[in-house]
């Protein structure tokens, strides 16, 4: 009863402790994602981390607020819609339409 008890116990740890210290899952677990930082003195290990993050900006040493005339502004989930900004707004604003008529 012990052994069994003291395995159940165990794979229960072990379960919540991967689960909740998986630290994509916290970053994510969010409707919302515009914008994130990652502060911290490895910065190699901080951007693997950051590559996890569903949002649409990630700054490693920085703060979340950045807005660059040619870089790609926007989020992901209910935190926008696309992109703008460079050449990305033309995409986003925009749309190809071929018209003709007739000579």
């Not at 003195?41 to 005339?69: L, S, W, Y």
């Amino acid at each position: 009863f012990i052994e069994n008890l003291l395995k159940s116990r165990l794979f229960d740890f072990l379960l919540l402790n991967s689960i909740i210290f998986r630290e994509d899952y916290l970053a994510n677990d969010t409707r919302y994602g515009l914008s994130a930082a990652v502060c911290t003195t490895n910065v190699e290990r901080g951007a693997e981390f950051a590559a996890q993050f569903d949002v649409g900006m990630t700054h490693i040493n920085g703060i979340t607020v950045a807005d660059h005339a040619n870089a790609p502004f926007g989020g992901e989930k209910n935190s926008g819609l696309g992109r703008f900004n460079g050449r990305w707004i033309f995409e986003e604003f925009t749309r190809t339409h071929w018209l003709t008529l007739p000579a």
